[in-house]
């Protein structure tokens, strides 16, 4: 058997030799092994992975090693797969069958440690499109996965300068038009989406997904913010979808977590269904934004953290904007509102979601978010109250309250405004 390595650590080490990539930065090695059978491999100690794939993993490195394949589509969507695999399958045949030119390129297995420096087994010209900076499918086998549109929209938001070959877009455009993304199983669709929430310009992925149509199929409450304006005094940019994909952007720079970016993805829905006669204003866009969230949350499957955070996001995040005018009791209301006093880490995050929201505005990326670290202090100052002595007084009161429950919750509640109230005034 002769095995080689291929996709995203030759593509790597290729760009890495550009200098586009820190060095060494793929830690993920696929490898692809031509003229072995599934029982020669088991004989060497390979374990299987799954049923479905003939994928092995290493004893050792538990790397994984596929069976050269082809691939041959039997049902719309990611369950109908059919793959072909024998010991007459090729490496070539294999590359063929690949997603995109970059990802289609294999080094033997011996050059494996310097793949840059290695002879390149390159039929489909992925070297000559990683120096152009061009996403490529390698032949019509792209369309036999249509999780392979998602994949192309994340590598764009990974590669930021990387442009969509016109041919490739085509038939991404006659994918999406044959109905290719309707049948997408939701674990692979919200894999994708996070991994490409989570590249250095998650803007490119739904730029892409836009252009081929994927977008409306997916995200329809996403699509529908292109063409809504924003009043200009507050949002330069005007266009809604400009501006989500600005924060997006902006919570990339400020190197966010998953559910800080998809929190900033959803913060803005509800201005896709504001009524026309009240545009460019939005009043009442937060519940709408909160409402429309759910249902992407249960179509993608999006786990509790990330919908929990978009949740408080969407709901608050003007409230946060604006809180500069509020006065101690309204500001402990809004951190009631946000569960910030039970759970401080992840106001932590529902005030950098506000932050990217701010700054992704035209114009204001490098201004200040003086609301962040205020209200971070405000939250100090109410945590700083020791709750403990207060309720214990509320108990020793003669004659007994009559809903101590009640007493206790507004007493702690006084004393915590107070010292909101403090800490404003030492602050100012
Ligand atoms: N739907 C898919 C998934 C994977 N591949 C092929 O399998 C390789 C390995 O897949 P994966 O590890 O998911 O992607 P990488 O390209 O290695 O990128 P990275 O691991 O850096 O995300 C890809 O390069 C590509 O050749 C494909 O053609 N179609
Ligand atoms: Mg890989």
């Known amino acids: 058997m002769d095995i080689y390595l291929v996709g995203g650590a030759v593509r790597d080490a290729l760009l890495a030799r550009q200098a586009q990539r820190p060095a060494g930065s793929h830690f993920d090695r696929d490898w692809v092994v031509v003229g072995a059978t599934p029982e020669a491999m088991t004989a060497q100690g390979f374990l299987p992975v799954g049923k479905d794939f003939p994928v092995f993993l290493h004893p050792q490195t538990r790397e994984e090693y596929a069976l050269a394949r082809t691939e041959r589509k039997t049902a719309p969507g990611y369950h109908g797969f059919h793959f072909h695999t024998d010991p007459g399958v090729t490496l070539e045949e294999d590359l063929a069958r690949r997603d995109l030119t970059i990802n289609a390129m294999a080094v033997a297995q011996a050059d494996a440690d310097d793949p840059a420096g290695a002879p390149l087994i390159d039929p489909h010209g992925g070297q000559a499109d990683l120096r152009a900076g061009v996403l490529r499918h390698v032949t019509g086998a792209f369309a036999e996965d249509p999780v392979r549109i998602l994949r192309l929209a994340r590598f764009a938001a990974r590669f930021p300068t990387f442009t969509v070959a016109p041919e490739t877009l085509a038939l991404m455009q006659d994918m999406v038009a044959a109905g290719e993304v309707d049948h997408l199983v ?53 266009d809604t979808g400009v501006h989500l994909m600005m924060v997006l952007d902006m919570a990339a720079r400020l190197g966010a977590s998953l559910p800080v970016r998809f929190a900033c993805l959803c913060h803005d829905l509800g201005k896709g269904t504001t009524p026309a006669d009240v545009l460019p204003r939005h009043i009442g866009h937060e519940v709408r934004s909160a409402r429309l969230l759910q249902a992407v949350c249960e179509r993608w499957r999006v786990p509790r953290e990330c919908r929990e955070l978009a949740d408080v996001v969407a709901r608050e995040h003007g409230n946060i904007h604006r809180s500069t005018d509020l006065n101690a009791a309204a500001l402990l209301r809004l951190l009631e509102r946000c569960d910030a006093l039970r759970r401080p880490e992840r106001f932590a995050d529902v005030l950098l979601a506000c932050e990217c929201d701010a700054r992704g505005r035209l114009g204001f990326d490098d201004s200040a978010y003086p609301q962040r670290d205020r209200l971070q202090a405000v939250l100090a100052a109410a945590l700083s109250v020791e709750t403990a002595p207060i309720a214990r007084a509320v108990q020793q009161q003669s004659p007994a309250p009559r809903n101590p429950g009640e007493t206790i919750a507004a007493a702690i509640a006084t004393a915590r405004t107070r010292a909101i109230d403090t800490m404003r005034s030492a602050a100012a």
Do not use: K
Not at 195 to 209: A, C, I, N, Y
Not at 210 to 220: F, N, T
């Open 186 to 238: 939701p674990e692979r669709v919200w894999q994708e989406l996070a991994r490409g929430l989570m590249e250095p310009r998650p803007s490119r992925m739904f730029e892409v997904l836009r252009d081929c149509g994927a977008l409306a199929r997916l995200l329809p409450e996403v699509q529908r913010l292109w063409g809504v304006p924003q009043r200009a005094d507050y949002h330069p940019e005007v």
